[in-house]
């Protein structure tokens, strides 16, 4: 079961930072939805979501087991590799740099690479191509994980009335999105 406090809103998207912080808990209209796009990949589990004496059963975890990592296009990318630095036995991540990665398989050498030394690399900006999913997820973005959708799932989810859901483009990385004044005050109002 997941608590929420008592004046969060019961939405469609609920997203939980404790034990399943990269799944996502939705409602049954949208876990509906989502199934009709995307057959392979994934499962739902029941879970209860209380609200002060209130218990709604009708929301499932959403339990992706399936990246979709064939769909970037790693040479058009931006991504972003942390350095770790040692002062007074001490360590810490500096240096933020650009790194040019051509295909999947440089990217996952530089990776495995980085996790020797306890640095981390990530996707910023995000190109993809040639993909034949409306929706899937990828590791190794701002945050860990990522959920696309297509246009025209976008577009479903948005006509059904879903809530607590909200659509960044990829062309924009995290910080152009959240940043004040930015594009997605214009689109969602600010927070």
């Known amino acids: 079961d997941v608590e929420l406090f008592s004046n969060s809103k019961i939405n469609d998207l609920i997203m939980d930072a404790g ?13 509906y939805i989502l199934e009709d796009y995307r057959k392979t990949g994934m499962q739902f589990f029941n879970i209860n979501i209380l609200r002060e004496k209130e218990i709604y059963n009708n929301y499932w975890v959403l339990n992706m087991y399936e990246f979709n990592q064939e769909f970037i296009d790693f040479s058009n990318c931006k991504i972003i590799y942390q350095e770790k630095a040692v002062d007074f036995e001490v360590s ?14 440089e990217f996952y ?6 996790r020797i030394n306890d640095e981390i690399v990530w996707i910023e900006k ?11 997820m990828l590791k190794y973005v701002f945050g860990g994980v990522g959920y ?33 004044g930015g594009e997605r005050e214009k689109i969602y109002g600010k927070i």
């Open 19 to 31: 034990p399943i912080s990269t799944k996502l808990i939705i409602s049954d209209k949208l876990k």
């Open 92 to 105: 810490y991540l500096v240096n933020e740099k650009n790194v040019f990665i051509n295909n999947q398989d």
């Open 109 to 114: 050498k530089f990776i495995e690479k980085s």
């Open 126 to 136: 995000l190109v993809l191509d040639n993909v034949n999913e409306d929706f899937f």
């Open 148 to 180: 696309y959708v297509s246009e025209n799932l976008k577009q479903e989810i948005e006509d059904s009335g879903c809530t607590g859901v909200e659509f960044q483009p990829i062309e924009l990385g995290y910080n152009e999105w959240v940043v004040s």
